[in-house]
């Protein structure tokens, strides 16, 4: 195992081993308004799943991979994480819910222990931004049917005004991750020939100093909407979006080395 796979073991491990800190709270009402994204990625995430064979890529404590396991009907879901910790956390949360349709394994991302042609879907949360995108986005095409499609939420790294809080809080992420830029895009098109990109959350950072007050769902769902008409008719502001949900197929096999695997 490298060093940069090490290091996010560690780290991960560790967040996942402790109580939240002070920091990470605050951050939760910061995520809080990404609530949108979320809603949408799940969406894609409920419309492909009914009797297919789900991954998902980066499961952490396997809070997606329950819920998809629990409410829309997948033939199998398998969540894979680099934490042995979140990976047993996920176990113990499956097992009290019985849920049977469900497994999970410690795995890296960047070298799967699946055959060839294994999923009709993949999806992630906040995890792409971790990898070698160049060795994710081959893995991912080996491993997803012809037919099949990919569904990630992933930050977005030109907005200055995240980039700052970013940089103000470096505890929160691992010195590896790189949160996308327009120019990942085209690496990813290396891999798969139809990308869907979309744009969440700008505005929308605007209502984060009345997130506690009456009203401000509201205020939330306003700035969502005005996000949308922004991002329709001046498309150059996507790019300072905080999110976006990607959503890509049609794996380029060609594009594939011959499998490691035995």
């Known amino acids: 195992m490298d060093d940069r796979i090490e290091r996010e073991k560690s780290f991960h491990n560790s967040r996942f081993s402790t109580e939240p800190s002070r920091s990470e709270v605050l951050a939760s009402r910061m995520f809080?308004?990404?609530?949108?994204?979320?809603?949408?990625?799940?969406?894609?995430?409920?419309?492909?799943t009914c009797g297919k064979h789900v991954l998902e890529y980066g499961c952490g404590q396997g809070e997606a991979s329950l819920i998809i396991a629990k409410?829309?009907?997948?033939?199998?879901?398998?969540?894979?994480?680099?934490?042995?910790?979140?990976?047993?956390?996920?176990?113990?949360?499956?097992?009290?819910?019985?849920?049977?349709?469900?497994?999970?394994?410690?795995m890296n991302a960047e070298e799967m222990d699946f055959p060839d042609d294994e999923f009709d879907l993949v999806c992630g949360f906040g995890i792409l931004h971790h990898l070698d995108l160049d060795i994710a986005l081959r893995e991912l095409a080996r491993v997803l049917k012809p037919d099949g499609s990919c569904i990630f939420l992933e930050p977005l790294g030109h907005n200055p005004a995240i980039n700052l809080y970013r940089w103000l809080t470096p505890n929160l992420r691992t010195a590896d991750e790189?949160?996308?830029?327009?120019?990942?895009f085209v690496i990813l098109q290396r891999y798969f020939s139809r990308l869907d990109p979309l744009f969440v959350n700008l505005t929308t950072l605007?209502?984060?100093?009345?997130?506690?007050?009456?009203?401000?769902?509201?205020?939330?769902?306003?700035?969502?909407?005005?996000?949308?008409?922004?991002?329709?008719?001046?498309?150059?502001?996507?790019?300072?979006?905080w999110n976006v949900v990607l959503l890509f197929s049609e794996p380029k096999k060609a594009s594939r080395p011959v499998s490691h695997r035995s």
């Open 32 to 48: 809080s308004i990404t609530k949108k994204a979320l809603n949408a990625t799940y969406a894609c995430i409920r419309a492909g």
């Open 71 to 106: 409410k829309y009907n997948p033939k199998s879901v398998v969540g894979i994480d680099i934490s042995d910790v979140a990976v047993d956390q996920a176990r113990s949360e499956a097992a009290t819910l019985g849920l049977d349709n469900v497994s999970f394994e410690v």
């Open 178 to 184: 790189h949160p996308l830029l327009l120019k990942d």
């Open 206 to 241: 605007a209502t984060l100093p009345f997130s506690r007050l009456p009203g401000s769902s509201t205020l939330l769902h306003g700035a969502a909407r005005f996000d949308k008409v922004l991002f329709r008719l001046l498309p150059f502001t996507r790019r300072f979006a």
